[in-house]
């Protein structure tokens, strides 16, 4: 079955750029979508199809995917981004990553 | 405004039976795609089953493969899922997302509903 790879956790700096991973195989080819879920809350997905922000998310997320890895951005970070992050791509089913704990300091 | 709305979690023995239901308002319920998705407690996301916006498709993960069956009715703009031989590792948070095309990407999720398995 398909897997996708994620750090258990990211750390940065207030104001800072955040980078965080997803590897799966030749996922490029992939649709990969990303979801915040703050502690208690349901997910809430910032960014799909690579890199399109769904209205209400701000400009600092931003996406990227190529060969075996797409990568979630979020520039000039906030506290209100500490979060998990959860990767998803569709593989003749749904595949979530691991999950990243972002942590701001 | 959209809505999502899951209920019918609870306590459940392990080999027992639970039905979730996602009850939906604000859109044009029959013309989307639907996911469950769920979250075991402190784990991460774990995608369990899809169904077409007609109903005539659906998929499973492999972990609830032969236990679990997705359904809805679309007249009555809701969402279900049929939880069987459930096991200790079947608890979780329980959501129900819609699926928006293209990427297969859930932009609307309900509060989720919980399942614990448990004698």
């Known amino acids: 079955s398909y897997e996708l790879t994620q750090p258990p956790s990211v750390s940065v700096l207030l104001g800072q750029t955040a980078s965080i991973t997803c590897s799966g195989d030749?996922?490029?080819?992939?649709?990969v979508s990303w979801y915040q879920q703050k502690p208690g809350q349901s997910p809430v997905v910032v960014l799909y199809q690579d890199r399109k922000r769904p209205s209400g998310i701000p400009e600092r997320f931003s996406g990227s995917n190529s060969g075996n890895t797409a990568t979630l951005t979020i520039s000039g970070t906030q506290a209100m981004d500490e979060a998990d992050y959860y990767c998803?791509?569709?593989?003749?089913?749904?595949?979530f990553g691991g999950g990243t704990k972002l942590t701001v300091l | 405004e959209v809505q999502l709305v899951e209920s019918g979690g609870g306590l459940a023995q392990p080999g027992g039976s639970l039905r979730l239901s996602c009850e939906v308002s604000g859109f044009s319920f029959n013309t989307y795609e639907m996911n469950w998705v769920r979250q075991a407690p402190g784990k991460g996301l774990e995608w369990v089953s899809y169904i077409s916006s007609n109903g005539s498709t659906k998929f499973y993960a492999d972990s609830v493969k032969g236990r679990f069956t997705i359904s809805r009715d679309n007249a009555k703009n809701s969402l279900y899922l049929q939880l069987n031989s459930l096991r200790a590792e079947d608890t979780a948070v329980y959501y129900c997302?819609?699926?928006?095309?293209?990427?297969?990407?859930?932009?609307?999720w309900g509060k989720g509903t919980t399942v614990t398995v448990s004698s």
């Open positions: 997302a819609r699926v928006r095309p293209p990427g297969y990407y859930m932009d609307v």
């Open positions: 030749k996922l490029a080819e992939k649709d």
């Open positions: 998803q791509a569709w593989d003749r089913s749904g595949v």
